[in-house]
């Protein structure tokens, strides 16, 4: 299995608290990505990173920004939460971009 | 424009049936990757397959294969003599071009009843 780890795996909070979201990578890939799954809307590209500091939108990135400081983090950050983005969020890795992505565990983020 | 559709929301079968994913995608471009995904209950995303345009072979791994034909437009997954463990959520996705984003069709659901 790919080297990926989320964290955390999952998180209540209220509307309005910033969250940050983290995703750790062994494979020394190039691809980062950050989805989000609802029912009904299968998967979401939120924000992808191609490299160090080099990153970019997806199609639902509204409310949301990422952060990638050296190749093997790519931080998700929820700057003032609403009820909205509650949801399963889905880090992925990959060599390049026509490469297959391989998938964290997930995390279950519940805002109230 | 790119797209992939699984016309099939949710599919339920006997275990030991065949039973066929129908994928089909859109796109301009002359190179483009095809992947299946599997979601089972407990979550995580399995990678399964992938497939580029200028290889129209059939593939096959085990129970499973997968039909590719340029003509339709369509990438189908077949699972030969199901099981229960085969039960999921399956996604079909496009990278086209030099779109470094991939295209997901909004998955299905399958079932494998004992």
């Known amino acids: 299995d790919a080297g990926i780890t989320q964290s955390p795996r999952h998180k209540v909070t209220e509307t309005g608290t910033p969250v940050t979201l983290r995703c750790h990578q062994t494979e020394n890939h190039r691809y980062m990505y950050w989805y989000r799954q609802d029912p009904g809307h299968g998967l979401r590209l939120i924000h992808y990173s191609y490299g160090v500091k080099d990153t970019d939108k997806g199609e639902v990135s509204d409310g949301y920004s990422v952060y990638r400081s050296k190749t093997e983090d790519f931080l998700l950050t929820l700057e003032s939460a609403t009820s909205s983005q509650t949801s399963v969020y889905f880090c992925?890795?990959?060599?390049?971009?026509?490469?297959?992505?391989?998938f964290g565990d997930g995390t279950r983020l519940s805002i109230l | 424009a790119q797209k992939v559709t699984q016309a099939q929301t949710e599919i339920s079968v006997v275990e030991k049936e065949d039973v066929t994913l129908d994928c089909v995608y859109e796109t301009r471009d002359t190179t483009y990757y095809l992947f299946w995904y599997k979601q089972p209950p407990s979550g995580e995303l399995v990678f399964l397959i992938r497939?580029?345009?200028?290889d129209e072979q059939n593939e096959i791994s085990g129970r499973y294969s997968w039909n590719f034909q340029k003509s339709t437009s369509s990438f189908n997954f077949t699972i030969t003599a199901s099981q229960v463990v085969d039960s999921a959520v399956y996604f079909c996705?496009?990278?086209?071009?030099?779109?470094?984003?991939?295209?997901w069709g909004l998955g299905t659901s399958l079932a494998v009843n004992p």
């Open positions: 996705a496009l990278n086209a071009g030099n779109n470094r984003k991939l295209i």
């Open positions: 497939r580029n345009s200028f």
């Open positions: 992925a890795i990959s060599e390049s971009w026509n490469q297959p992505q391989h």
